[in-house]
């Protein structure tokens, strides 16, 4: 049997319709459907990549918002800035199945709370790296995303990688090593919600 090309598999991936031969073949073949769908996969991780990577002119719009934020101390208009998320969910404390105590999970939920949005992250372990899955969800009236996301090392405020939300409040930080970190997320809305302790052991 003649599996379809990779450029082929690449084409159904993206959208194009396929011809009733490559139909007819992906009824048959598993492993075109398998390959079919690792295409598909990795076709959504990169668009998604695209979308949370800000332009230079986002950064310089969220940079001038940050330091317009922080150049007016006015001590109640700066407690509202900032707000810093309590963690109230940590997939890794819970309970593991009987039978796999003591066995670390290879992705686990964490959810952290502010007065103006939750910040979900959903982390997947993948060797001695991270994947982050994120999602801003507002509780206020006024929308915080989109919103740009700075993620540092514990102690160093220098940003190792920064990424946008969609409007949504999507956003995916990838290939991380495993550590600590702290998380800033600067919303369109003035909003400044900081994660001080980060933990993708």
């Given amino acids: 049997m003649e599996h379809l090309s990779d450029q082929q598999l690449l084409d159904l991936a993206g ?10 073949h992906l009824d048959v073949c598993e492993q075109c459907r ?16 695209g979308l949370s990577t800000p332009d230079a002119a986002t950064l310089a719009r969220y940079y001038a918002l940050a330091g317009e934020i922080q150049t007016q101390p006015s001590g109640l208009s700066s407690l509202l800035d900032r707000l810093v998320a309590v963690l109230s969910w940590d997939g890794r404390t819970q ?17 952290y709370s502010t007065p103006r949005a939750e910040i979900e992250l959903m982390v997947e372990q ?9 999602d801003l969800i507002p509780l206020a ?13 514990a102690g160093d405020a220098t940003p190792v990688l920064e990424a946008e939300t969609t409007a949504g409040g999507r956003f995916h930080l990838r290939d991380l090593p495993a550590g600590h970190y702290r998380l800033n997320v600067y919303g369109q809305d003035g909003s400044h919600l900081v994660v001080e302790a980060l933990d993708l052991s």
């Fill in 141 to 153: 009236d006024a929308p915080v995303a989109p919103a740009l996301i700075q993620l540092d090392r």
């Fill in 95 to 111: 309970l593991a199945p009987v039978g796999q105590r003591g066995v670390a999970p290879s992705a686990y939920r964490l959810l």
């Fill in 15 to 24: 959208g194009q319709a396929p011809t009733s031969r490559q139909t007819s």
């Fill in 34 to 49: 398998r390959s079919l769908a690792q295409f598909t996969t990795l076709l959504g991780d990169l668009k998604i990549d």
């Fill in 126 to 134: 993948a060797g001695a790296h991270r994947n982050v899955e994120g």
